[in-house]
Antibody, heavy 117, light 110 residues
């Protein structure tokens, strides 16, 4: 069973960079797409972007000027950097695996990131 | 960009009743890339349906998906207590490559 685990700071100051890592266990990061999805408290889901195991990326156009994703296949990890954060970036951040039909079939438990000074 | 609009925003039903949730796309979309998720408080979303109508592994057969073009439906034939949650539809587009979610339908106990 594939397991995903997000890690990173729970508090980020405004204008700084939010950095998260997703570690995959029980399966390989190879030959698949891996995404980040976020959810502000009490609100819906927003896709941030995805990365293939080779390193190619697609980002949400609304965030692409602030987002960078990377992959480390040797560690079975992929990462998210979101620059110049504001309070509007406060959310639970999930990592997820691409499943059949361009779905998300496995998700991490989510990590709350708060943007505040 | 595709916009998915779910209705109703909140659906109040009793266990044993039938639940019908709607997802409407702003333009015709490929059914192959339409999915449904269930989310309970404090948990990550759970994949229910892919390709508009195919149940994911382990999903009970009381959940079914249908639709094509711009109108899609998730039906729960007989509501169990554990089915009360928030449900999201999701689409994957290829121009540009992008995932879009509906705003969600909250299914609550009446």
């Amino acid at each position: 069973q594939v397991h995903l685990q997000e890690s990173g700071p729970g508090l980020v100051e405004p204008s700084e960079t939010l950095s998260l890592t997703c570690t995959i266990s029980g399966g390989s990061i190879s030959n698949n797409y891996w995404s980040w999805v976020r959810q502000p408290a009490g609100k819906g889901l927003e896709w941030i972007g995805r990365i293939f195991s080779s390193g190619s990326t697609h980002y949400n156009p609304s965030l692409e000027n602030r987002v960078t994703m990377s992959v480390d296949t040797s560690k079975n990890q992929f990462s998210l950097n979101l620059r110049s954060v504001t309070a509007a970036d406060t959310a639970v951040y999930y990592c997820a695996r691409r499943g059949q039909g361009a779905t998300f079939d496995f998700w991490g438990q989510g990590t709350l990131v708060t943007v505040s000074s | 960009e595709i916009v998915l609009t779910q209705s109703p925003g909140t659906l109040s039903l009793s266990p044993g009743e039938r639940g019908t949730l709607s997802c409407r796309a702003s333009q015709t979309i490929t059914s192959s890339y339409l999915a449904w998720y269930q989310q309970k408080p404090g948990q990550a979303p759970r994949l229910l349906i892919s390709g508009a109508s195919s149940r994911a592994t382990g999903i009970p057969d009381r959940f079914s998906g249908s639709g094509s073009g711009t109108d899609f439906t998730l039906t729960i034939s007989r509501l169990e207590p554990e089915d009360f949650a928030v449900y999201y539809c999701q689409h994957f587009g290829t121009s540009p490559f992008m995932y879009t979610f509906g705003q969600g339908t909250k299914l609550e106990i009446k």
